[in-house]
C-alpha cells in the first residue's frame, strides 16, 4: 500500500499533472464566457437572422401534448426531445474551437523559431564521405577538397 502511495505522490507532483489541473480550471472559465457568447450575442442574432426563432425553445414533446414553452414542460415533467439545445450546444462548439485554434495559432507565431545549429561536417565530393567542415583534405580519398563551404551540398 505505502508503495502505491508513493507511486501516486509521484505522479500527483509531476508538473504535467498540475499544467492539466490549472488547465481544466481556465478551460471550465472559459466555457462560461464562450456560453454566454454564444446565448447572449450569437443565438440572438442567429434567431433574427432565422425569423426570431429561440433555438433553446426548439423542442418536441413526446407524450403528444402540446405545452406553451420548454419550460412549461419541464416543469411538468413531460418528456421532451429538446433539440433546440443541442443547436446550441453545437454552435457553441463550433466558436469554443475556433476560438482555441485562434489561441493556438497566435501561441505558435510567438514562440521563436530555434536557430539551426551550425554545421559540423561537410560532404567530399569526390567519394561522398562526411568530413568536419574545416577540412582542406578528404581524410577517406585524400582528395584536396575546395575552399567553397560543402555543408549545405
Known sequence: MKKFLDEFKEFA??????DMAVGVIVG?????IVSSLVTDIFTPVLGLATGNINFSELYVSLDGIDYPSLADAQAKSAPVLAYGNFIQNIIQF??????????VKGLAKLKKPKEAAPAETKVCPYC???IPIKASKCAHCGSELPDVDMAKA
Open 13 to 18: 507532483l509531476k508538473g504535467n499533472v498540475i
Open 28 to 32: 471550465g472559465a472559459f466555457s462560461t
Open 94 to 103: 463550433i466558436i469554443l474551437a475556433f476560438i482555441i485554434f485562434l489561441f
Open 128 to 130: 561522398c564521405s562526411e
